[in-house]
């Protein structure tokens, strides 16, 4: 039995916390709510940090918690990265990091020390006290110190919450990495729903205590039922390849098997799998395929549906020829104007394509 | 003149052990009572502060009846072969643990409160068993609060002299520590001899609790993120 199998019930605070999901053995997999719904809850009891009345909790073949065991925190082989970055301030970074390293057996120390150093970037930090530590880099220290203890399952309690904007796109990609890196199946609690386009693979939807839709992020992510498309940054993930380079206005193109769109040049190689990101906010909708704009990505797609976001804006769910799924947010006046309806064909223009990965 | 350093030995061993002891007594209440949230934790923390308020001839007289040969505590010390405590060091002893525990308690309690639950749940996270964490996370960082527990309970206790007179008396060599003799110098109007110690018990005063703040400043210092 391969994967991750979470139930759990308890009381919790005002209201009670029902959920049950399932995750891959591989990838992130986001634990999406907004805050209340439950989702650190979830985690602290995946962790047994609290021991909720009636849980199951399995990881591969290995059970942590069901009606008759109760394996404590310290016996479970998980990494915890939490809110603020919580660095024991009697040890220097390098004692952090060596902390949860020296209380796992050697024949189970899987990931080498200079590799999480290297990989979080944290090499020049180490001989220092950890109060000399920017927020950034302090919580680049407490994903190594989680990581080096080869756990079987990462935790993350929203661990960009805490830092400012420019901090949080320094770690980003020290994530992305992570991911591609060592494979360890991670659960990332995060009300933010750039953060889950850009890192995950899974998606579980919570709200007051009960997980209302769970799956591949991608489709989740623009559906117009939950809860993430009334965000003021709703946006869309694709699945492409990288197709070209244009060396002479430093674009590279993305295909969309059929389509392409343009993003700044990167140094990725031809047929790569890419990931685009792709706000509902830079989507403007036309009735023909413009060739006098500036807008170099115009994509054909037939509307699937609408939903208004409050009584100016809407939101409009696309298919594109491939399939995938993209969001535009548009006035209900333009809307009505166009005669927006539901299998009309129309052309999306985008201003503007976020590379991912 | 010949100075008597016979009391000043007693008080600094009977201190010396009453610390000790107090450490090992008062860590788990403290921790108890920084964790706990039973509804009688207020009960608790009101007894384990009683001395602070209470006359110590209040404790001691209470102290003397339940030591006494028919008392609670007497009937257990001998029964277990310990003979009767009044008038003895471990009388003194087991008075003095009573009489500072909350100089220990107190501390060490909001030591552990400040610490939180983050630092323990992230060492157990790290794979730490609670003895683990409790010895390499709280320990070191509840230290000014293990200080300042160890000192305020040496120092109280070598100031100790109502529950001292009540249940230890003025034996030389057993139960006549420094508060007793500078008590019996006067008296005797041996002025001379109530100086020299009443002097002594002030420098060292002072001294103990300069290197406390002292040594709490540079601790609090270092710790600051």
Redesign the interface.
């Known amino acids: 039995m391969s994967g991750i199998e979470v139930s759990i019930k308890s009381r919790l605070g005002h209201f009670d916390l029902d959920v049950a999901f399932t995750a891959p053995p591989r990838g992130i997999t986001a634990l999406f709510g907004r805050s209340g719904s439950g989702k650190t809850s979830v985690l602290r009891a995946v962790?047994g940090?609290v021991r909720a009345p009636q849980a199951h909790v399995r990881i591969n073949d290995e059970i942590w918690q069901d009606e008759k065991r109760f394996v404590?925190?310290?016996?479970r082989p998980?990494?915890?990265v939490?809110q603020e970055a919580?660095l024991?301030?009697?040890l220097s970074v390098k004692r952090n990091l060596e902390?949860?390293l020296r209380?796992?057996p050697k024949d189970q120390q899987q990931i080498p020390f200079h590799d999480v150093v290297e990989l979080l970037g944290i090499a020049a930090l180490l001989k220092r006290a950890?109060?000399r530590l920017s927020g950034g880099e302090r919580q680049r220290v407490a994903i190594a110190?989680?990581l080096l203890?080869s756990p079987r399952l990462l935790l993350m309690d929203e661990p960009l919450s805490a830092l400012d904007h420019g901090a949080k796109q320094t770690i980003l990609p020290y994530l992305e990495s992570l991911h591609d890196e060592f494979g360890i199946p991670s659960l990332y609690v995060s009300h933010d729903p750039n953060e889950v386009a850009r890192l995950a693979d899974q998606m579980v939807v919570l709200e007051q205590g009960r997980v209302i839709a769970s799956g591949e992020a991608a489709p989740l992510l623009t559906r117009l039922d939950l809860p993430l498309s009334g965000y003021d940054d709703a946006s869309a993930l694709l699945e492409g390849s990288i197709a070209s380079h244009d060396h002479t206005y430093h674009l590279t193109w993305v295909s969309l098997q059929g389509n392409r769109v343009a993003v700044s040049r990167e140094d990725l190689p031809v047929g790569r799998h890419a990931r685009v990101q792709i706000q509902a906010r830079d989507v403007s909708l036309s009735l023909h395929a413009h060739a006098d704009t500036s807008i170099l990505n115009i994509l054909p797609c037939r509307v699937i549906d609408t939903h208004d976001i409050n009584p100016t804006q809407m939101l409009v769910r696309l298919e594109l020829e491939d399939g995938q799924t993209l969001l535009s947010r548009i006035t209900r006046r333009s809307a009505m104007g166009m005669g927006i309806h539901e299998g009309m064909a129309l052309y999306a223009q985008v201003k503007s394509v976020a590379l991912l990965s | 003149m010949t100075f008597d350093w016979q009391p000043v030995w007693l008080t600094l061993k009977l201190a010396g052990t009453t610390t000790l002891l107090l450490m090992l007594v008062g860590t788990p209440i403290a921790w108890w009572l920084a964790r706990t949230q039973a509804w009688y934790k207020q009960a608790l923390s009101a007894v384990v502060a009683l001395p602070l308020v209470l006359p110590p001839t209040v404790l001691g007289f209470y102290l003397l009846i339940l030591m006494a040969p028919d008392g609670a505590i007497g009937r257990l010390t001998q029964a277990l072969g310990l003979g009767t405590l009044p008038f003895t060091f471990g009388g003194l002893v087991f008075a003095s643990v009573l009489y500072s525990l909350p100089f220990v308690v107190q501390p060490l309690q909001n030591a552990f409160e400040a610490l939180g639950t983050?630092?323990v749940?992230?060492?157990?996270?790290?794979?730490?068993?609670?003895w683990?964490?409790f010895l390499?996370?709280v320990i070191?960082?509840a230290r000014p609060g293990f200080l300042t527990a160890a000192v305020l309970s040496f120092a109280h206790t070598v100031g100790e002299f109502g529950v001292v007179l009540m249940i230890g008396g003025n034996i030389p060599g057993e139960t006549k520590v420094l508060s007793v003799a500078i008590y019996d110098y006067v008296e005797t109007l041996e002025y001379t001899q109530a100086h020299w110690l009443a002097a002594g018990m002030l420098v060292f005063s002072f001294l103990v609790l300069v290197s406390l703040y002292l040594v709490n400043g540079r601790l609090t210092r270092s710790?600051?993120?």
């Open positions: 962790a940090l404590p925190t310290h016996r998980l990494g915890y939490f919580s024991f301030p009697h902390y949860g209380r796992v950890t109060n110190r989680a203890t | 983050r630092p749940e992230v060492a157990a996270t790290l794979r730490a068993s609670p683990d964490r390499t996370v070191p960082l710790h600051q993120p």
